[in-house]
């Protein structure tokens, strides 16, 4: 493990967390989640997870997110599987709090409804999350470890030519041609 490699994955996952927040407070003033809307729907994704098969923008930024932990830092990407299925569990506890709020404390339903206004109300377009905008999903894990494989690979690919001259691919450049 490096420490560099650390280093990147934690000011990566802060950014992240920094996003999340922001994206949060509009989704608060505005009533609107600006990647919450569909961006493909799956049926066996759906069934496999046993959610509605809808799938946003939150996804795909967890996809992205684990992308660059696996390109830049491949050589902690089990701490970030580890990591990645923490946040869900803590997600999946967060979201359980607003859902039930008879069931969280007085602080945590006071943050909920500051936070999450809106939430538990129905909108006529059927969405991934159902208006619970918080809520841990065993298909963002599986997102998580598409992106953290597509990067370690990129970043396999890289190293593996970098070392490569001009030379070395003018030869397969002029076979090609």
Not at 84 to 94: D, P, Q, R, S
Not at 97 to 121: C, H, M, W, Y
Not at 150 to 167: C, E, F, M, P, Q
């Amino acid at each position: 493990m490096t420490t560099n490699s650390l280093s990147r994955g934690i000011k990566a996952s802060g950014y992240a967390v920094v996003a999340i927040i922001i994206f949060g407070i509009i989704r608060h003033l505005s009533g609107k989640d600006l990647i919450g809307g569909t961006f493909f729907k799956s049926e066996f994704l759906g069934t496999a997870f046993g959610e509605s098969g809808v799938y946003s923008g939150w996804p795909i930024s967890h996809l992205l997110l684990h992308l660059y932990l696996g390109f830049y830092c491949p050589d902690l990407w089990m701490l970030w599987i580890a990591l990645g299925v923490l946040w869900e569990i803590v997600e999946w506890a967060v979201g359980e709090q607003l859902k039930n709020p008879e069931k969280a404390s007085d602080a945590a339903t006071r943050v909920g409804k500051i936070f999450f206004p809106q939430f538990g109300e129905k909108d006529d377009e059927i969405t991934q999350y159902d208006n619970q905008w918080v809520r841990g999903n065993m298909s963002d894990i599986l997102f998580n470890c598409i992106g953290l494989f597509i990067g370690v690979a990129a970043r396999n690919l890289y190293d593996s030519r970098k070392n490569l001259t001009v030379s070395d691919y003018r030869g397969k450049i002029s076979a090609v041609a």
